[in-house]
């Protein structure tokens, strides 16, 4: 079954066809309604059902016009207001929603509520985030990145704050795409150490930092993302810890004059970015946010062997 639970689930040639995929179904539809099917409608007669224990606003909204785009039919189910939220099993979850759907994404605290949520599906499973990773984000990411017209391999990328789930994934399309990451991150916030191991298995370079003007210093990207990601405490000693890696205009100064700047959204204009950065020309992020739709579709139809 193709889950999509990381990027490696689908591999470095399958991701890069996502990518292409994305390019040309965009291109395609410039000018088009946002609600109108693509000419092919390759999921035509498809549902996807989407399952949110934790809030979203560009995951379930990109998949939603995804899947529509695509010709099938998108079914939301909120934790709050289904039998999950009282305690039906994962398990007994993911047998019924695979008898209603042809894919289900979930987005969830826990990464082994994913797994085993694929373990039970007939139908293949994306993650739409977890504590652990993102991998949905990094396609867009990524997306985004190309079509600035920046080659991935040997692109060096910096990243400031948290060492969480985007970054997880970023570090993961690194090993597969060849591009290195210099994370500035405080004691304490490292990234995840499988990611970082299978990223320099694979060549790449990962070095965690403690200075973030070191992070920054020839950088093609600076990427950052919130410092308390969902379902973390807005522990006081941690924003201290972070305030360091706030990305302002001084600190965007240091990366390569022509670096861009991306952010996963939703930002906290003021702590890990400033409005003149995420307002500024070197910023990407709203085509960054539009990118979700694109690399959704080609997730989707990766998923379901279309692609
Ligand atoms: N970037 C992202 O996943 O945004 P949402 O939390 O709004 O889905
Ligand atoms: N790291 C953030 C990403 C939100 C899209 C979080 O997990 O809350």
């Not at 498809?46 to 785009?69: C, G, P, Y």
């Amino acid at each position: 079954m193709p889950n999509f639970l990381n990027l490696s689930d689908a591999g470095g040639d399958a991701v890069a066809a996502m990518l292409s995929d994305a390019i040309d179904r965009k291109a395609a539809r410039v000018g088009w309604p946002k609600a109108k099917p693509d000419a092919d409608k390759p999921l035509a007669d498809h549902v996807l059902a989407m399952v949110f224990e934790k809030n979203s606003t560009r995951t379930r909204a990109s998949f939603d016009i995804a899947i529509r785009q695509l010709g099938g039919v998108p079914m939301i189910l909120d934790a709050g207001t289904t039998q999950l939220g009282r305690g039906e099993t994962i398990a007994d979850t993911a047998r019924v929603l695979s008898r209603y759907a042809d894919a289900i994404m979930i987005r969830t605290d826990d990464h082994a509520k994913v797994e085993e949520l694929a373990e039970y599906a007939s139908v293949p499973v994306i993650n739409g985030l977890t504590d652990l990773s993102h991998p949905c984000q990094i396609v867009a990411d990524l997306l985004t990145i190309v079509e600035s017209g920046k080659a991935l391999p040997g692109l060096e990328l910096a990243w400031l704050g948290d060492g969480n789930n985007v970054l997880a994934s970023l570090i993961e399309a690194a090993g597969l795409f060849g591009f290195h990451v210099r994370a500035g991150v405080p004691q304490g916030y490292e990234p995840e150490a499988r990611f970082v191991e299978a990223a320099r298995a694979k060549g790449s370079r990962i070095d965690i930092v403690r200075d973030a003007r070191e992070a920054v210093a020839g950088a093609d990207l600076v990427v950052t993302d919130t410092w308390v990601s969902m379902g973390q405490q807005h522990a006081h000693n941690k924003l201290a810890a972070m305030a360091p890696y706030q990305v302002d205009e001084r600190l965007m100064a240091g990366a390569k004059g022509d670096a861009l700047f991306l952010h996963c959204l939703p930002a906290h204009r003021g702590e890990e970015v400033v409005d003149a950065v995420i307002d500024g020309s070197q910023s990407r992020v709203w085509d960054e946010a539009e990118n979700r739709v694109h690399a959704q579709k080609s997730v989707l139809l990766w998923a379901l062997g279309k692609l």
